[in-house]
């Protein structure tokens, strides 16, 4: 979905990759951000936490007549049907972030 954006572009690209990972493991409650997690990606969790609210208002609040092309390729059941997740609330995203 940040491949369409012009605003991730900035982005470092391990640290967009990290942050969409924190994001995946809240959305699932897989746990949080581990040290292991923290020492391979050079990231401390509060370092991702602004890009992730910005990725999961992303997801939330996305335009549906424009650019439609990835949504509708991760909308297959080949890919899982990724793009037919539901975001997280952002109250409660903030509420979980602030506990990592």
């Given amino acids: 979905m940040?491949?369409?954006?012009y605003d991730y572009a900035r982005e470092s690209p391990s640290k967009l990759a990290a942050s969409c990972l924190?994001?995946?493991l809240t959305m699932k409650n897989l746990g949080g951000w581990t040290p292991t997690l923290e020492y391979y990606s050079g990231y401390r969790s509060q370092d991702l936490h602004p890009l992730v609210k910005r990725l999961n208002f992303l997801l939330t609040y996305q335009p549906h007549d424009k650019l439609k092309a990835v949504r509708t390729k991760y909308s297959h059941r080949v890919f899982f049907e990724v793009a037919k997740v539901t975001?997280?609330?952002m109250l409660k995203l903030e509420e979980i972030?602030?506990?990592c």
């Avoid at 940040?2 to 954006?5: A, D, G, I, P």
């Fill in 2 to 5: 940040t491949l369409q954006e």
């Fill in 22 to 24: 924190l994001l995946a």
């Fill in 87 to 89: 975001p997280m609330d």
């Fill in 97 to 99: 972030l602030k506990s």
